[in-house]
């Protein structure tokens, strides 16, 4: 089993749409959590960090429940730009090794 | 402020040989990491490289070195290359070796 699982998808959605992504980590002493993007054949960019409090950054909202290892990304108002791969990222016990989950893949149609 | 950079920008080599990658970190970063991408997966971390020292190693093996010079580049350095070798490599510079991580725009070695 790997230690950060998402849906490959892709989800395909409508401009407007609100979509969501879910991730599950399976080592409990991982500590600091965050989605970064990924277009295609370019280099991951870090979209934000997720907090146990839950947090906003315009239209995009992510949630970390700790008690059952699970992570979630809502864009709502999807844009034609928002297509991307999104990848759930883990960092176990803050030691700078950061691990991936394989991304899920968003389409985003006119 | 310059971002993170990496050279080359593709590489094709042949099985056996030998590859060194660049990265220069961003603006303001000491500690380097780097990670290999296959295609269709999420980025695999290699090792990290923090004062001049590997602090860091994931599960490869020690065909995989690298390198940090006192201006906080980096190298890697690929020995006896096989064709599973063949992947985006991606240094990411963060300050200190537990702050964010940001990424280079790749090295996309193809190995024949």
């Known amino acids: 089993r790997k230690e950060v699982e998402q849906d490959p998808g892709p989800f395909n959605v409508p401009e407007g749409a609100t979509v969501a992504f879910n991730c599950t980590y399976s080592?409990?002493?991982?500590?600091?959590f965050f989605w970064y993007r990924q277009d295609c054949r370019k280099e991951p960019k870090l979209l934000m960090s997720?907090?146990?409090s839950g947090n906003e950054d315009g239209r995009f909202t992510a949630q970390l429940n700790r008690a059952s290892q699970y992570i979630s990304l809502l864009i709502r108002d999807s844009k034609l730009s928002d297509s991307a791969t999104y990848l759930c990222?883990?960092?176990?016990?803050?030691?700078?090794?950061?691990?991936f989950g394989q991304g899920t893949t968003l389409q985003v149609k006119p | 402020d310059a971002g993170v950079t990496q050279s080359p920008t593709h590489l094709i080599k042949t099985r056996g040989q030998q590859v060194t990658l660049r990265c220069s970190p961003k603006?303001?970063?000491?500690?380097v990491s780097w990670y290999q991408q296959a295609l269709g997966q999420g980025p695999q971390f290699i090792f990290q490289?923090?004062?001049?020292?590997?602090?860091q190693r994931g599960n490869f093996p020690d065909r995989f070195s690298g390198h940090q010079f006192p201006n906080y580049s980096s190298e890697l350095n690929v020995n006896a290359l096989l064709l599973g070798d063949s992947a985006l490599y991606l240094c990411?510079?963060?300050?200190?070796?537990?702050?964010?991580?940001?990424f280079g725009p790749g090295t996309r070695l193809t190995v024949t």
């Open positions: 990411a510079s963060s300050l200190a070796d537990r702050g964010l991580q940001y």
């Open positions: 080592n409990s002493a991982s500590q600091s």
């Open positions: 997720v907090y146990s």
């Open positions: 990222v883990v960092n176990r016990g803050n030691t700078g090794k950061l691990i």
């Open positions: 603006s303001g970063h000491d500690t």
């Open positions: 490289y923090y004062e001049e020292e590997e602090r």
